[in-house]
């Protein structure tokens, strides 16, 4: 009798200590989602294919004018019949209504970095990337769209595809993308420049090989932000370059330096970089580190994504760090060339040759 009394209490003890050990877990989840709930909540949520891209923002048929290296209507166009050529080139090569390329291990998303430092204002997007994630072939691939490529804007005729972004927000810009890529882009996430500076500072900076040439103009950049921001002038200022730990102002405009070097094939890699080492960053911390890197993070995207497939990605993510990290940029060596159209330097591609990259190296060979 009482070797089963004993017995008994054992197990009464047993399932009290059981039940108070799954409630406490049960507290502890859901801890953690209201903790999730409540990041994701401070993320600027999009509409998909709103018609002015961001709320509070017009549609602007005046485009913010570009920096002055970057258009001189002094300078002569290209011959007349070089212009017509790319023209219908580009006609050509856009108005048919193919079928987006398609994989369903394939997740693209179109990371836009902007330049407005006007909240009311969108300006151009300076940075337009593909991110690809082939959970297949478990590559993450980055495309550069290089900024001066001259596309065909859905209502807008032809341009430099930056200024989609300036005339219609970021579903505009996605729309441009598919429509001359011929990809299926599944979502955007847009960033202001100085939200990205912001980011770089989170992860403390990033550690980047920078050339004397490259340091000369950064520090140019950096004299504009400084005054921008009410700082000192020589604040943050580079004394040479070499391999150096850059701060969030640092790394932007190192991500802006375009006139060294060869122009802006080198700054889009300049971009990729910082990307890269910021990945690589993010993939050393810790589970604390990286929770509090998403409190700051998240409320500086905008994106169309919703709260459910944002956290299947966040789920997801110590998976993503384990895939191979590639670069890629449209257009290609050897599939574009260099024109001036109304005073712009702009590079006319061969979408064709392109696309194929992109089917090739995101999608693979036996992609149809």
């Given at each position: 009798?009482?070797?089963?009394?004993?017995?008994?209490?054992?197990?009464?003890?047993?399932?009290?200590?059981?039940?108070?050990?799954?409630?406490?877990?049960?507290?502890?989840?859901?801890?953690?989602?209201?903790?999730?709930?409540?990041?994701?909540?401070?993320?600027?949520?999009?509409?998909?294919?709103?018609?002015?891209?961001?709320?509070?923002?017009?549609?602007?048929?005046?485009?913010?004018?570009?920096?002055?290296?970057?258009?001189?209507?002094?300078?002569?166009?290209?011959?007349?019949?070089?212009?017509?050529?790319?023209?219908?080139?580009?006609?050509?090569?856009?108005?048919?209504?193919?079928?987006?390329?398609?994989?369903?291990?394939?997740?693209?998303?179109?990371?836009?970095?902007?330049?407005?430092?006007?909240?009311?204002?969108?300006?151009?997007?300076?940075?337009?990337?593909?991110?690809?994630?082939?959970?297949?072939?478990?590559?993450?691939?980055?495309?550069?769209?290089?900024?001066?490529?001259?596309?065909?804007i859905p209502g807008h005729g032809n341009n430099r595809i930056n200024a989609a972004y300036a005339y219609g927000g970021s579903s505009l810009l996605v729309e441009?993308?598919?429509?001359?890529?011929?990809?299926?882009?599944?979502?955007?996430?847009?960033?202001?420049?100085?939200?990205?500076?912001?980011?770089?500072?989170?992860?403390?900076?990033?550690?980047?090989?920078?050339?004397?040439?490259?340091?000369?103009?950064?520090?140019?950049?950096?004299?504009?932000?400084?005054?921008?921001?009410?700082?000192?002038?020589?604040?943050?200022?580079?004394?040479?370059?070499?391999?150096?730990?850059?701060?969030?102002?640092?790394?932007?405009?190192?991500?802006?330096?375009?006139?060294?070097?060869?122009?802006?094939?080198?700054?889009?890699?300049?971009?990729?970089?910082?990307?890269?080492?910021?990945?690589?960053?993010?993939?050393?911390?810790?589970?604390?580190?990286?929770?509090?890197?998403?409190?700051?993070?998240?409320?500086?995207?905008?994106?169309?994504?919703?709260?459910?497939?944002?956290?299947?990605?966040?789920?997801?993510?110590?998976?993503?760090?384990?895939?191979?990290?590639?670069s890629l940029r449209v257009p290609a060596d050897g599939t574009y060339e260099a024109l001036r159209i109304n005073g712009m330097e702009v590079l006319g591609i061969?979408?064709?040759?392109?696309?194929?990259?992109?089917k090739e190296e995101v999608y693979g060979s036996g992609q149809d």
């Amino acid at each position: 009798m009482k070797k089963q009394k004993e017995k008994k209490r054992k197990i009464t003890f047993i399932i009290k200590c059981s039940g108070i050990l799954l409630l406490v877990l049960l507290l502890l989840l859901l801890a953690a989602f209201l903790w999730l709930h409540s990041c994701l909540g401070k993320i600027n949520y999009q509409k998909s294919g709103m018609e002015n891209g961001e709320p509070g923002r017009p549609v602007q048929e005046e485009i913010p004018e570009e920096s002055p290296e970057d258009q001189d209507a002094s300078l002569r166009d290209s011959a007349a019949e070089e212009i017509a050529a790319l023209e219908e080139r580009l006609q050509e090569q856009t108005s048919g209504m193919e079928e987006l390329v398609f994989d369903e291990d394939v997740f693209n998303i179109l990371l836009i970095g902007y330049d407005s430092r006007d909240k009311n204002s969108r300006g151009r997007s300076d940075t337009n990337i593909l991110v690809s994630v082939n959970r297949d072939t478990r590559e993450i691939t980055m495309t550069s769209i290089m900024r001066d490529s001259y596309v065909a804007i859905p209502g807008h005729g032809n341009n430099r595809i930056n200024a989609a972004y300036a005339y219609g927000g970021s579903s505009l810009l996605v729309e441009t993308v598919e429509k001359n890529l011929q990809v299926s882009v599944d979502h955007y996430a847009a960033v202001n420049f100085y939200s990205f500076m912001d980011i770089i500072d989170m992860i403390d900076g990033v550690d980047i090989e920078v050339s004397d040439a490259e340091a000369e103009v950064m520090n140019r950049y950096i004299r504009e932000l400084n005054r921008l921001e009410g700082c000192g002038e020589e604040t943050d200022r580079l004394d040479a370059g070499g391999m150096l730990h850059l701060n969030g102002k640092q790394a932007l405009a190192y991500t802006r330096v375009r006139y060294v070097g060869n122009a802006d094939f080198e700054r889009t890699q300049r971009q990729r970089t910082v990307l890269e080492k910021t990945f690589e960053k993010a993939k050393e911390m810790n589970l604390l580190e990286l929770s509090r890197l998403l409190e700051r993070l998240l409320p500086e995207i905008s994106t169309d994504m919703s709260e459910r497939e944002i956290l299947f990605f966040l789920l997801q993510g110590t998976s993503f760090f384990q895939y191979d990290l590639k670069s890629l940029r449209v257009p290609a060596d050897g599939t574009y060339e260099a024109l001036r159209i109304n005073g712009m330097e702009v590079l006319g591609i061969d979408l064709e040759k392109n696309r194929a990259l992109l089917k090739e190296e995101v999608y693979g060979s036996g992609q149809d």
